[in-house]
T-cell receptor
Framework: NAGVTQTPKFRVLKTGQSMTLLCAQDMNHEYMYWYRQDPGMGLRLIHYSVGEGTTAKGEVPDGYNVSRLKKQNFLLGLESAAPSQTSVYFC??????????????FGPGTRLTVL | DAKTTQPPSMDCAEGRAANLPCNHSTISGNEYVYWYRQIHSQGPRYIIHGLKNNETNEMASLIITEDRKSSTLILPHATLRDTAVYYCTGTGDSGGGADGLTFGKGTHLIIQP
């Protein structure tokens, strides 16, 4: 099992450009999450999904959109990138949310720089 | 939902027990506490979780106070490889939404040789 994979690993964008980050999991998990991590800020939840075809906002959703067309994939889109979106992005998945099976499995991260 | 508070950094001597505290005074009755750690810039990895009772696994022990307002993660014999940032999180309630899911800034644990 590959677990949670993320593509790309690194990306440099210019202000105003768009891109999509792909997260894939092979554990048949219902729940998937996108976080961003800035220096000294810990992890902040951007969006999450409770199942195929669903998405919901987290703590810092502005400037991002997401889609979950297939259970195993969770896409994070930046329509018009801004320097404030320079960050490391982590995807995670879990079998359950809010209970004893909430263990989240994280991907290796995508390092995004917006110039 | 639990907002968590952790000390920003701690030191521990190699071979000694590392005790990492977490305050989660706003935790709700059916909300679990989870601990993760993050080494360098890798993705965080799960350590342990609990609801009311103390828990132990091959990696660590988790002590939760009777009022559930705080917990302590114990690494019984710390090694240099345990140097990492440790996060305690509240999972939100069991209603299925993740809007209560919070990761604080964590504790940077440094194991001294």
């Amino acid at each position: 099992n590959a677990g949670v994979t993320q593509t790309p690993k690194f990306r440099v964008l210019k202000t105003g450009q768009s891109m999509t980050l792909l997260c894939a999991q092979d554990m048949n998990h219902e729940y998937m999450y996108w976080y961003r991590q800035d220096p000294g800020m810990g992890l902040r939840l951007i969006h999450y999904s409770v199942g195929e075809g669903t998405t919901a906002k987290g703590e810092v959703p502005d400037g991002y959109n997401v889609s979950r067309l297939k259970k195993q994939n969770f896409l994070l889109g930046l329509e018009s990138a801004a320097p404030s979106q320079t960050s490391v992005y982590f995807c995670a998945s879990s079998k359950q949310q809010g209970g004893p099976l909430n263990e989240q499995f994280f991907g290796p991260g995508t390092r995004l720089t917006v110039l | 939902d639990a907002k968590t508070t952790q000390p920003p950094s701690m030191d521990c001597a190699e071979g000694r027990a590392a005790n990492l505290p977490c305050n989660h005074s706003t935790i709700s009755g059916n909300e679990y506490v989870y601990w993760y750690r993050q080494i360098h810039s890798q993705g965080p990895r799960y350590i342990i979780h609990g609801l009311k009772n103390n828990e132990t696994n091959e990696m660590a022990s988790l002590i939760i106070t009777e009022d559930r307002k705080s917990s302590t993660l114990i690494l019984p014999h710390a090694t240099l490889r345990d140097t990492a940032v440790y996060y305690c999180t509240g999972t939100g309630d069991s209603g299925g939404g993740a809007d209560g899911l919070t990761f604080g800034k964590g504790t940077h644990l440094i194991i001294q040789p």
